[in-house]
């Protein structure tokens, strides 16, 4: 099955990626809970490549290294975690994450002369962290016609590409790289984000007395409860104070209702503080008053904005 698979590949890495991707574009699947057992005369990883062909990490990173390693390709079978569930970051851009036994899981390192063992992921549902390229067209061979790699020029260290480990009193933490560490904000666009949040508080402000009855009656129309009422009554007050038509010191919401209507030529407001005042002082049921109150509550504070 692994000469198969690689008939046409002529590197180690071409081989390899060859090997990783046949568990993925073939009918294996991965299943944790109905997994086939070997009995006494049955091989694992035969039994998973030609039978079954359903398992979980165990199954596709064994297999992978069988097939490997048929090809002279050194290969090692890793058993770890997984990069478990983000919880919070710390100073410095530490990031803690919780692992725990679901975590678990195994994987394929391979050999690459100049590189090192390099991380692979056979197992159908996970994803490679590590990244590697290698210089393919670098492929020589020597007299006893065995192929050997020679490293790709320039390769920065493996190492720098994966995340650091902190072993602390707490558990496991993981240190990513500061992103934001070359990241820097001249005076200049500090200054034009400080004047564009002003000029949007501004715009904000001035238009308050058109927006405003919008979001009121979003809020306040379709509640059905025993303080609704009283809120959208003081919203409207307080709209109607914006205009210009300020409640003054001392006069009653009876006086301030007639003074309103006078400027609008109705009796609306009148109306509304009649039911206000019995929702209020009466201690009738504020639900019950609202309910019948609110259309004439959003014509009011809809001509008051107008």
């Known amino acids: 099955l692994a000469a198969e698979i690689t008939a046409d590949k002529t590197n180690r890495y071409d081989k390899v990626t060859a090997v990783e991707r046949y568990f993925k574009d073939h009918s294996f699947v991965y299943d944790t809970q109905n997994v086939a057992v070997p009995g006494k005369n049955d091989d694992y990883v035969d039994q998973f490549l030609f039978e079954t062909k359903s398992g979980y990490c165990d199954n596709f990173s064994t297999s992978m290294i069988v097939l490997l390693r048929s090809l002279d390709i050194p290969a090692r079978w890793v058993k770890g975690y997984t990069e478990g569930t983000y919880q919070e970051t710390l100073d410095y851009n530490r990031r803690i994450f919780e692992i725990t036994n679901n975590n678990a899981h195994s994987w394929v390192e391979v050999y690459f002369p100049g590189h090192g063992w390099i991380s692979f992921e056979p197992t159908k549902g996970f994803s490679n962290l590590s990244s590697f390229v290698y210089n393919t067209s670098a492929t020589v061979n020597n007299q006893n016609n065995q192929e050997t790699e ?18 602390g009193a707490t558990g496991t933490t993981t240190t990513t790289p500061d992103l934001f560490k070359n990241f820097s904000v001249s005076f200049k666009d500090v200054f034009f984000i400080l004047l564009s949040l002003v000029l949007v508080v501004y715009v904000f402000v001035k238009t308050r007395l058109k927006w405003f009855p919008i979001a009121a009656i979003l809020l306040y129309k379709y509640r059905r409860d025993g303080i609704v009422y009283f809120k959208a009554y003081q919203s409207l007050l307080k709209q109607l104070e914006r205009t210009g038509l300020k409640r003054q010191e001392g006069q009653t919401l009876r006086e301030y209702a007639v003074y309103v209507d006078r400027f609008y030529h109705s009796n609306d407001m009148q109306a509304l503080t009649r039911s206000y005042e019995r929702a209020l002082y009466r201690k009738d049921n504020a639900e019950t008053e609202w309910a019948k109150s609110v259309e004439l509550w959003e014509n009011l504070i809809k001509k008051v904005s107008s």
Request: net charge negative.
């Open 150 to 167: 020679t490293p790709a020029p320039a390769q920065e260290p493996l190492e720098d590409s994966l995340p650091e480990f902190d072993q």
